[in-house]
């Protein structure tokens, strides 16, 4: 759609995955493939406890699906963290030393992303719109300060002290500081 910008199909995936922890269950669903890849590498280092080595498969398998109830279902993004965090650390022991650490990192930062993520956020805006925005407000800044410079000329500060007019008088108030009195 060339003529509409922002309703093609990349800006619609963009607006779905910006409502939703996308990285952090993305990581974690990686880091559970990742440490079930492991478990079928032919290595005589490969450890397998439980049952026929159960636990080597469930616990990453369960890292996949909760990685991605993570970003189908975002509500409950709190408790899938949570334990897929338990369950990345689980790898440790089970399954080839959490797929040689790279399954384990995987599923620890997705499932920390995922816990930190807020939702209703305003989008993040790119660094060049910050600077171009700021260098505006900047701009407008200099141009008040050009204005305000003509009228403080003609306009007294109202940090110093005016004179009093024509017909008043002055009294000391409690804390000392002269005040103007209008005489009666």
């Not at 669903?29 to 406890?49: F, P």
């Not at 026929?52 to 890292?63: I, T």
């Not at 699906?65 to 408790?79: D, E, S, W």
């Not at 003509?150 to 002269?178: I, K, N, S, V």
């Amino acid at each position: 759609m060339p003529g509409r910008p922002g309703l093609g199909p990349r800006s619609g995936f963009q607006r779905w995955r910006a409502r939703r922890p996308f990285w952090g269950g993305l990581l974690l669903t990686l880091g559970g493939a990742e440490v079930l890849l492991t478990e079928k590498v032919s290595l005589k280092v490969v450890m397998h406890i439980g049952v026929q080595g159960l636990a080597g498969f469930l616990l990453p398998g369960l890292m996949v699906l909760l990685g991605l109830l993570t970003i189908f279902n975002p509500a409950q993004r709190l408790f899938y963290s949570i334990t897929g965090v338990l369950l990345s650390l689980g790898t440790w022991v089970t399954s080839n030393l959490g797929g040689f650490f790279v399954g384990l990192l995987l599923g620890m930062v997705g499932s920390c992303l995922a816990f930190g993520w807020l939702p209703d956020q305003e989008p993040r805006v790119r660094r060049r719109q910050r600077r171009k925005a700021a260098r505006e407000a900047g701009e407008a800044r200099e141009v008040r300060e050009v204005r305000g410079t003509a009228r403080t000329a003609e306009t007294p500060r109202l940090d110093q002290e005016t004179p009093p007019r024509e017909g008043t008088l002055r009294e000391e108030t409690q804390t000392g500081q002269p005040q103007a009195v209008e005489p009666a």
